[in-house]
Nanobody, 126 residues
Framework: QVQLVESGGGLVQAGDSLRLSCAAS????????LGWFRQAPGKEREFVAA????????YYADSVKGRFTISRDNAKNTVYLQMSSLKPEDTAVYYC???????????????????WGQGTQVTVSS
């Protein structure tokens, strides 16, 4: 089994930055894509960003391109989401996810994963 634990969320003002972390335990992720989804109150869960653990290729939702950067540390089994120029519409619970045997781009096609974290709240005020 895999456990994913998110951290780094908080309350910030528009234009500020935050860095989220997702610490994974239980196994190695050489065959996985790791990514981030988010869900605002009353909204469906939507894709944010993903990274292939082995190739380091990345893929982003159009709404965050140029503002968010996903990266990973293989030795620490940790994936990061650096968020800059935050907007009120970025407010949501952010979930870390892992899915085996897919590319980073494919992870953006549907809100499915083999493992989910519990989420961390990001609130952006104006």
């Amino acid at each position: 089994q895999v456990q994913l634990v998110e951290s780094g969320g908080g309350l910030v003002q528009a234009g500020d930055s935050l860095r989220l972390s997702c610490a994974a335990s239980g196994r190695t992720f050489s065959s996985y894509a790791l990514g981030w989804f988010r869900q605002a109150p009353g909204k469906e869960r939507e894709f944010v960003a993903a990274i292939s653990w082995s190739s380091d290729s990345t893929y982003y939702a159009d709404s965050v391109k140029g503002r968010f950067t996903i990266s990973r540390d293989n030795a620490k089994n940790t994936v990061y989401l650096q968020m800059s120029s935050l907007k009120p519409e970025d407010t949501a619970v952010y979930y870390c996810a892992a899915r085996r045997g897919i590319t980073a781009q494919y992870m953006g096609r549907e809100a499915k994963a083999d493992y989910w974290g519990q989420g961390t709240q990001v609130t952006v005020s104006s």
